[in-house]
């Protein structure tokens, strides 16, 4: 085969590429689902799971380096999508499989339609956003209450999240329906970036999305942040420009930072005063989306760039919080006490690793990613003339330093006073635990290369 | 959208408003649970009718559809499990 033809036939396949990626994942969790307690429906999933995120991969890189149509930040999201889809697959396969849950099929099936949803999201257009964020939520939901049948207060935070991805999704559909000048035009933006915000739980402030990540079953909680919140803050950055022009973008940027500078102080606040570990791991996890968002909303490429980092950042420390904590109290809905992370650095040496080392990214501390992307939000926000986003978001960071003091210390300073075993082996989670703690630790020494692709996409996606 | 029409019929914006309005209201202050979904659907019929009155995209109308079925599919399957759940001593009521 020449080169030409291997070319002809890239060319071919990244034509379809987008379809496969979208589909894939949804006919294989038909056939997860119709293989029901079948011990190969796991396989079947993998397998299934793997190509996607290879076709999303490539199809992200080729978007990136400009060889698709595809816009290039979302090649880069689609990327982020996709190594977050395999981390989460490899954290819910660890979390479902319990001995207690006999047929772990029908969950790893949501998982798998879950992921479409979320890489459907990465393509630029108002109908992949109006359609995956809510649909994404409404799995999320029925995932959460299929991993705690008995727990009253899961199903009712479940139903609760149902109830704001549906005004949300109504909200969002709305504004991207509607059209007209002036006022009009105002107003359905206002509507799409309610929709958005309510949908990725950014508003309102420790809301039903918070309540869903704090109660949601570990399978189910990786979801969250990586796969509905971040995609779903990318494209409320895809919304602004189009539909708007002039005062209006500006008006819209402007009102979309301020949302963010109050959501990372207020749910910094919330993360340092919170008494139950997953309260703190929803609230910190929270922090840093607004962070996001004030990045996408500076619309510049600078924004953009540091926007893009400080998702990864706000993906790896999702999965380092979470995967830590699942491995302590692995039951939905469970208060999980900061006693318990007493002399976890014993008991759990790399669990205890990952959820230090997460906590520190959150902080902003010096030699994690989350320092980088920090320091690039904190620029971007003052080249926009925004000293009071950049004055919250060093805020909020100031507040998560002694939340990481106090982790820290019962981590790796206080006698353990575990008497129960943990319920979950955790061998499943180790790979994830071991693969944030280094990319965070890495990321943190020299990201040079990151920020470059961001700078690259962000830059070629249109930043001012 | 840029397929939609430039301006919406006011009285279908009048009946989107008020039933979105009314929709938003039931959802943020139903005291149960029935309340609250039935007030998410309204949300959602206003939106229908708002983007319908908007001459928005069939694909945006298909998209809203399909949500709406969705919410009201899993809503279902999660009072029923909430019905079936065992009963609290101290979480105090079926709303939050």
Redesign the interface.
């Known amino acids: 085969m020449t080169e030409a033809q291997v070319l002809q036939w890239l060319a071919q396949w990244r034509s379809v590429a987008p379809a496969f990626v979208i589909g894939a994942p949804l006919i294989v969790a038909c056939v997860v689902a119709a293989m029901g307690a079948s011990r190969w429906a796991g396989g079947v999933a993998a397998l299934g799971m793997v190509l996607t995120c290879a076709a999303a991969i490539d199809l992200g890189y080729a978007s990136m380096t400009f060889r698709t149509p595809m816009e290039p930040v979302g090649g880069f999201m689609m990327i982020v999508q996709a190594g977050a889809a395999l981390v989460v697959f490899l954290g819910a396969g660890g979390t479902v499989s319990q001995p207690k849950t006999r047929d772990a099929s029908l969950p790893l099936a949501m998982v798998l339609v879950a992921i479409g949803f979320a890489l459907v999201m990465t393509i630029r257009a108002p109908e992949s956003v109006a359609l995956g964020a809510p649909m994404l939520g409404l799995v999320l939901a029925a995932l959460t209450a299929a991993g705690a049948a008995s727990h009253r207060a899961t199903v009712q935070a479940a139903l609760m999240a149902v109830c704001a991805f549906g005004v949300g999704a109504a909200l969002l559909t709305a504004g991207l329906g509607l059209s007209g000048e002036g006022l009009a035009r105002a107003f359905a933006l206002a509507l799409a970036m309610a929709g958005v915000l309510i949908v990725c739980g950014v508003f309102p402030f420790d809301g039903p999305v918070h309540q869903l990540q704090r109660l949601a079953p570990a399978g189910a909680s990786f979801l969250i942040a990586p796969c509905v919140a971040l995609p779903a803050l990318y494209a409320l950055s895809t919304l602004i420009e189009p539909r708007s022009a002039g005062d209006l973008a500006n008006t819209a940027a402007l009102a979309l930072a301020v949302m963010g500078a109050g959501a990372t102080v207020v749910s910094a606040v919330q993360a340092a005063l919170a008494r139950d570990v997953r309260r703190m791991i929803a609230s910190t996890i929270g922090s840093q989306l607004a962070c996001v968002l004030i990045g996408f909303a500076a619309q510049t490429s600078a924004g953009g760039a540091a926007g893009l980092v400080h998702a990864v950042t706000c993906a790896l420390l999702a999965f380092g919080l979470i995967g830590a904590a699942a491995v302590v109290a692995p039951h939905a809905g469970v208060v999980m006490v900061f006693e318990r992370l007493d002399g976890l650095g014993k008991r759990r040496p790399l669990a205890a690793a990952a959820f230090a080392v997460s906590v520190l990214s959150a902080a902003g501390a010096p030699l994690t990613i989350g320092f980088l992307s920090k320091w690039q939000l904190i620029q971007a926000a003052l080249g926009q003339g925004w000293w009071w986003a950049a004055a919250a978001i060093v805020a909020a960071s100031l507040v998560m330093v002694p939340l990481a003091g106090r982790v820290i210390e019962r981590l790796y300073f206080t006698p353990d006073t575990e008497a129960e075993a943990p319920a979950l082996s955790g061998v499943a989670l180790t790979p994830v635990l071991i693969g944030v703690t280094l990319a965070t630790l890495a990321l943190g020494v020299s990201a040079a290369d990151l920020a470059l692709w961001a700078v690259h996409v962000a830059s070629a996606g249109g930043g001012r | 959208?840029e397929a939609?029409?430039?301006?919406?019929d006011r009285a279908y914006f009048v009946a989107?408003l008020v039933v979105?309005g009314l929709?938003?209201w039931l959802?943020l202050s139903a005291p149960r649970?029935l309340g609250?979904?039935l007030?998410?659907?309204l949300?959602?019929a206003?939106?229908l009718i708002?983007?319908l009155g908007?001459g928005?995209?069939g694909?945006?109308?298909g998209?809203?559809i399909?949500?709406?079925t969705?919410?009201v599919a899993?809503?279902s399957?999660?009072?029923l499990?909430?019905q079936n759940?065992?009963?609290?001593h101290d979480?105090g009521g079926?709303?939050?």
């Open positions: 959208m939609a029409q430039p301006l919406f989107a979105l929709g938003l959802s649970w609250r979904l007030g998410v659907v949300t959602q206003g939106a708002m983007v908007a928005a995209p694909a945006l109308i998209v809203l399909a949500v709406m969705a919410t899993i809503a399957a999660l009072l499990r909430l759940a065992p009963q609290p979480d079926e709303a939050p």
